[in-house]
């Protein structure tokens, strides 16, 4: 065996390539758009260059055929907020062979020590972790979009390397073609009646000021997380962006108390539904069909992929509120059928608590892993969530 860094293009067309080998006989797995892919790697369109770095590598087999292929990469923004300088590995494929897997794994080590790190997990993504996050241990059936699927070898391939889990993560889905639960409707009235409280959806003509908005709810409801990392203007911009090329603007709203932003949900479709005929390309022909399934309603999914609510609003109903706004959009797209909550790590259990409280059902479950280097170090699994008594006090007063 050999394994070569990707630095060509016939390289490259080499690791987009890998999995239709891997997945031929797998009706479950949608091909991402090769640009999704390419995008990642690319310094001009992917801002985490910025303050990281990133590297891949395709394994041949001795009759030069590519088996396996990995991504290192590491944040420098991210990587020092662990008790171990930590980077990250992803986009992994391969055959069902342990040999393999070392090598691309021991590569990927090699390559990260050289660069600091003392950890890595995986797999994971060179970005946000709304995408390509997480390795698919339960619930092997078509994911949402952004959503990892993988063979169901992999999980064992990471565990014999040394990988240990780091947290768990859940998906949910709940069927809304007979529209919301009513108790969380009777929530949402009583809550929308109170004085105070009003519900909007985003204007992409307004979109600065749905940044700011979003960033003081992140601050205030994942501040209180060990890894909580700073907000970079720029890049929720750039996340506005994206959501105006995948989003409806009617998908994405906020919550005010007093004119002040206490909660936020943001979903898109379920893109994959169209992607899974589109066999990764962008061309004439994969557009004209793109627009005519589109025409079709052939999305009947939605993915719900990030919610906040500040601490002290957390369990008032507000939640419940901000679902029961969907009810309108919902009943001017009757061909939507499904609402799909991902993910949600075991870290956030209140998170997951409402996803139960709506009414969604445990569909998948996913893993991120971690190696550390000196295996003779204490693992230790991310730290859960907790609310202090100082929110508890301002929540009950509230």
Known sequence: MKIISVDSASLEREFLDLPLSIYQND???????DKMVTSVFSHKQNDFFKHGDARRW?????KDKCVGRIAAFYDNKKAFTFSQPTGGVGFYESINDKEVAKLLFDTAKDWLIGHGMEAMDGPINFGENMINWGILVDGFHTQAFGIPYNANY???LFTHYGFKTYYEQYCYRMNI???LNPRLMKIAQWISRRPGYHFEHVRFS??????QDFITIYRKAWQ?????????????????????RLADEKYLWFAY?????????????DWNQILKYLNGKINLYSIIKFLYLRRKKTITRARCFVMGVVPEFQGSGVESAIFAQLERVLDEQPWMEELEFSWVGDFNPKMELLY??????KTSTLLTMRYLFDQSKTFVRAPIIHESMKEKAKRAKN
């Open 27 to 33: 009706p479950n797995w949608v091909r991402p758009l």
């Open 58 to 62: 395709i394994v041949f087999d001795h």
């Open 154 to 156: 992999y999980e064992m």
């Open 177 to 179: 073609s007979e529209g």
């Open 206 to 211: 307004n979109l600065e000021k749905y940044v």
């Open 224 to 244: 209180g997380h060990d890894n909580f990392k700073g907000v970079d203007v720029k890049d929720i911009n750039k996340i506005g962006s994206v959501l105006k």
């Open 257 to 269: 108390k007093d004119h002040q932003p206490i909660a936020f949900f943001a979903m898109i479709p």
């Open 356 to 361: 139960q409280s709506v009414g969604g059902e």
